[in-house]
C-alpha cells in the first residue's frame, strides 16, 4: 500500500506541475461550457430586418411596432422600393424583409382580408423560417385581437418568398461551413506537425547545415499541402454540387481564388504553431482543440452569431472561417462577383500576411 500511495502522489506531481495537462483538466471543460452555454440556442435575436410600407396606415405601423418591441428583430424602415430590398438581400444586410402594400387597412375594414409579403434570405433555411415564424406568430395575434375587438373574421394572409434557397435545402447552410471546417483542420494540422517531425526524428540539424535557406524549407513543407487541400475542395464541390444538389450561380474561379487564400491562411497558422512546439502530440493537440471549437462556434453555420454576447461576436472576427463562410455563400449561392466579397477577401489576405511574419519570425535556425 505504501507503494501503492507513492505513486498516486507521484502521478499527481505529474499532473500539476504540467500546465498543458491542467489546462485540458480544467480550461477546457469551463470553456466549452461557458460557450455552448451562451451560444448553443435555437432562439434568434436581433436579427436585421427591413420594413417596406406603402400602406402607412393603422394595420400596418400596428404591426411593425409589435415587430420592434420585439427582441427578435432589429428593423429598418428606410427602404422605399423592391430593387433597395434586393440590393440589402445581396450586400447580406439583412436576413429578412416585409413588404406591406397600400391600403392595408382599407382592405381588412371592407374585404375583411388583406395580404402582406415576406420574404426571407433562405440560404440559411433554418434562420428563414425561424424569422418567417416570428412574423406570423405576430401578425396572427393582430389578426386575433381585430377579431376579438370587432367580431368579424379578419384575416391577413402572408405571402412567403424564400430567396436563394427556395425548396429550403439545409446543404446550402452546412456546405460552405463545412468546406471552411475541412480546409482549415487539414491544412492546420498536416502542417503544424511538418517541422516538429523534423525535430523529432533529428534530421532538422541536417536541413538547417544545408545550403538552403530555412525559409525555403518551410515554403517547402508548406507547397504539397497547398496542392493537396486544393484537390480536397474540388472533391468537396464535385460532390456538393452533383451528390447534395447545392447550386453554384457564381464563378468558379473566384472561388477557387478565395479558397486558395484560406488554404495559405491555415498553412500559415500550422506553420506557427509547428515552430512554437517540440512534438508532434502538442501540434496535434493544439491543431485540433484551436480549430475544432473556434470554427464549429464562431463560423455561422452551426449557431446564429447574433445570437451571442458582444463580447463572442468581436472574437468572431478573428476566426477565418467567418469570412470565408460569407464568401462562399455570396459566391455559390447569391452569384455575386467579387465587388460583394472584396471587404472579407482583404481581411483573409491580412490574417495570412500576419501569421507569415509571425511564422518566419518564430523559425529558429539554430536548434541550442
Known amino acids: 500500500m505504501k507503494q501503492f500511495t507513492s505513486f ?13 495537462i491542467l489546462l485540458i483538466l480544467f480550461g ?36 411593425i411596432n409589435e415587430l420592434a418591441v420585439s ?3 432589429s428593423i429598418d424602415k428606410s427602404v422605399l422600393s423592391h430593387h433597395q430590398i434586393e440590393e440589402a438581400f445581396k450586400s447580406g444586410k439583412i436576413q ?4 406591406f402594400p397600400a391600403n392595408l387597412n382599407d382592405d381588412l375594414l371592407h374585404l375583411n382580408k388583406a395580404q402582406i409579403q415576406i420574404i426571407a434570405d433562405a440560404s440559411d433555411p433554418n434562420t428563414a423560417s425561424t424569422l418567417t415564424s416570428y412574423v406570423n406568430n405576430i401578425v396572427n395575434g393582430y389578426q386575433n385581437e381585430l377579431m376579438v375587438n370587432n367580431k368579424a373574421p379578419y384575416q391577413i394572409i402572408s405571402e412567403i418568398r424564400m430567396l436563394y434557397n427556395p425548396e429550403l435545402k439545409g446543404a446550402t447552410n452546412f ?21 516538429v517531425r523534423e525535430k523529432e526524428l533529428g534530421t532538422m540539424e541536417v536541413l538547417l547545415v544545408s545550403p538552403f535557406n530555412p525559409f525555403i524549407v518551410i515554403i517547402a513543407k508548406a507547397v504539397p499541402y497547398f496542392f493537396l487541400s486544393m484537390v480536397n475542395l ?36 500550422g506553420l506557427l ?10 501540434a496535434m493537440l493544439i491543431s485540433l482543440m484551436g480549430m475544432l471549437i473556434p470554427v464549429m462556434m464562431f463560423t455561422g453555420f452551426l449557431f446564429p452569431l447574433e445570437n451571442m454576447p458582444m463580447p463572442l461576436q468581436v472574437i468572431a472576427n478573428i476566426v477565418p472561417s467567418k469570412w ?23 481581411i483573409l489576405f491580412s490574417m495570412t500576411a500576419v501569421l507569415l511574419t509571425i511564422s518566419f519570425k518564430k523559425f529558429k535556425i539554430r536548434l541550442a
Open 8 to 20: 498516486v502522489r507521484k502521478e499527481f506531481y505529474h499532473v500539476f506541475r504540467d500546465p498543458k
Open 28 to 63: 477546457m471543460p469551463i470553456l466549452l461550457i461557458v460557450l455552448f452555454g451562451f451560444a448553443l440556442t435555437n432562439e434568434i435575436k436581433n436579427s436585421n430586418i427591413v420594413v417596406c410600407d406603402f400602406a402607412k396606415d393603422a394595420a400596418s405601423q400596428r404591426i
Open 71 to 73: 427582441n427578435n428583430f
Open 96 to 99: 429578412l424583409a416585409i413588404v
Open 175 to 195: 456546405v460552405p461551413g463545412v468546406m471552411a471546417l475541412v480546409l482549415l483542420l487539414v491544412c492546420v494540422l498536416m502542417t503544424s506537425v511538418s517541422i
Open 234 to 269: 474540388t472533391l468537396i464541390l464535385i460532390l456538393s454540387v452533383f451528390l447534395l444538389g447545392m447550386p453554384f450561380k457564381g464563378s468558379v474561379l473566384l472561388l477557387f481564388a478565395v479558397s486558395s487564400l484560406l488554404i495559405l491562411t491555415a498553412l500559415s497558422l
Open 273 to 282: 504553431i509547428s515552430n512554437s512546439t517540440n512534438s508532434q502530440q502538442s
Open 324 to 346: 470565408y463562410y460569407i464568401i462562399v455563400k455570396s459566391i455559390m449561392i447569391k452569384g455575386l462577383g467579387f465587388s460583394a466579397i472584396w471587404k472579407e477577401t482583404l
